[in-house]
């Protein structure tokens, strides 16, 4: 029987539904995992104050009939607690750039985490939004390394009517800041009309981009990835490229990215 294991950190909305209806659509039965997971967390991070609303995913989740929320507490997780874990290092060439050069031990507990989601759900597909492209390229990474029977499955990025792409963390913002949080997409689709127009060259692209960052805006990092080694290029862009973005608005930061195309017309991202 194939198993679909959608890993989250609860809150549901739209992006992780994407990745629960793909599952249903690939397998028998899913089961989606809800856990805010301390390792993955920064003593100054939002930890706390990360929304917990087990029962409204609860609720949105039982329209589904294959569907299985699983929620397993700290203790059947890390048995012997946290700070005595044995954990996986996501290897440094991978890790070490974009979020986790802001966030250095964030993929080690990323890694730790869904390696033992695999290990207690034993699912057959295991489905990774590239929202989080970075993430859902170490994850492949792990699962093959270790030769893990499981099949990653990327997910394309889901984005509000605006452009801004779903994420538990966009109720942090103010009205004002929801409205500033748009120039994410605005940065994602003037770097795309710039490859589209010819320019082959990274760094054009990444100003083109930082100049439609703005105050209030922080921009922790802008740059373009290989896509399979992550390693910032240093050569004329190709398709399959990532732009790779975060950038602080008051409190909250904020994660984006996009797949160059070299053609004309196709949009950025899916709504
Ligand atoms: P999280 O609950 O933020 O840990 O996310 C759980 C999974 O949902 C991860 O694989 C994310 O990459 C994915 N995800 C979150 N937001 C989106 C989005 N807007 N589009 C696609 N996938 C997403």
Known sequence: MSLG?????????????????????????????????????????????????????????????????????????????????????????????????????????????????????????????????????????????YRLPISVVPCPIVREADGLAYSSRNQYLSPAERVHATQLYRAIQAAQTTVTNGEPNPAMVIQTCQACLGSPLKIDYVGIADPCSLKPIDRDIRPNDRLMLAAHLGKTRLVDNHEFHLGTSRAAGTH
């Open 5 to 145: 294991l959608v890993p989250t950190m609860g809150n549901l909305h739209a992006g992780h539904l994407a990745l629960v209806e793909r599952s249903i659509r690939e397998n028998k039965k899913t089961i989606v995992s809800v856990y805010v997971n301390p390792l993955q967390f920064g003593p100054n991070e939002d930890f706390d104050q990360y929304p917990r609303t087990l029962d409204a995913d609860r609720a949105i989740l039982s329209q589904y009939d294959t569907v299985t929320l699983w929620a397993p507490t700290t203790k059947d997780l890390y048995p012997l607690g946290v700070a005595n874990a044995y954990g996986i290092t996501a290897p440094k060439a991978m890790a070490q750039h974009w979020c986790g050069n802001s966030r250095p031990h964030f993929f080690d507990g990323v890694c730790t985490v869904v390696f033992r989601l695999c290990q207690q759900a034993n699912p057959t597909r295991l489905y990774m939004g590239e929202k989080d492209y970075q993430q859902c390229t170490i994850i492949q990474g792990l699962i093959h390394d």
